[in-house]
Structure formats: structure tokens, C-alpha cells
Nanobody
Framework: QVQLVESGGGLVQAGGSLRLSCAASGRTFSRYTMAWFRQAPGKEREFVGGIVWSGGHTYYADSVKGRFTISRDNDKNTVYLQMNTLEPEDTAVYYC????????????????WGQGTQVTISS
């Protein structure tokens, strides 16, 4: 069982930065692929970025590639999403997720989810 709690969301101006954190409970955290998804009002939940258990491989949605960076600290049971050069289109609730299948971008393949943190970018 893994429980996930996101933090770090907020309101920033376009061009600014935010860093989201996802703290996980459970001794098996390091075995999971971790990912960030986001969901804007009226839209489906979409994949943002993922990182496999070792932290050596990351993968991103094209819309955030080069602007967002995902990392993890298995000693602290925490995964991070550094978001730079933010755009109004990045406004959404951001969710942390954990799953056992690496490199997947499909929400259904992630087993555990956090409650989400709101990110709002003003123009």
C-alpha cells in the first residue's frame, strides 16, 4: 500500500516557476514508477512526466518537454516536479501517481493516486 500527498501548488505569473512535491508512505516506494498527471476543468486527465524506480530514466509529454523536470529521492520517499517557464495552459490540478509498469502514460495503469494540488498560471 502506498499513500501519496502532493504539495507545492499555487498561483504564479506566466514565465514563472513552481516545484511540486509528492511524499509517499510505504517501504516499497522505490519499486514503483512515479508519474505526474494533470487535469484542467472540462478536460481529461493527461500525462505530464514519469520516472522509473531507479530514477535513471524519465519521460515527458511533448507539451512540457524542456520546461518540466521530474526527479525522485528514494531515501526521502519523495518525487518532485520542477516546472519552469510556466504558461496559462499549464493551469490544472496536478496529481502524483504510482504504478508498477515503467514508461506508461496511461492513467489506468497507475495504482495509487494523491489528492491533487492546484496550479494556476496567470497571464
Amino acid at each position: 500500500q502506498v499513500q501519496l500527498v502532493e504539495s507545492g501548488g499555487g498561483l504564479v505569473q506566466a514565465g514563472g516557476s513552481l516545484r511540486l512535491s509528492c511524499a509517499a508512505s510505504g517501504r516499497t516506494f522505490s519499486r514503483y514508477t512515479m508519474a505526474w498527471f494533470r487535469q484542467a476543468p472540462g478536460k481529461e486527465r493527461e500525462f505530464v512526466g514519469g520516472i522509473v524506480w531507479s530514477g535513471g530514466h524519465t519521460y515527458y509529454a511533448d507539451s512540457v518537454k524542456g520546461r518540466f523536470t521530474i526527479s525522485r529521492d528514494n531515501d526521502k520517499n519523495t518525487v518532485y516536479l520542477q516546472m519552469n517557464t510556466l504558461e496559462p495552459e499549464d493551469t490544472a490540478v496536478y496529481y502524483c501517481a504510482a504504478g508498477l509498469r515503467p514508461f506508461t502514460t496511461i492513467p489506468m495503469e497507475y495504482v495509487y493516486w494523491g489528492q491533487g494540488t492546484q496550479v494556476t498560471i496567470s497571464s
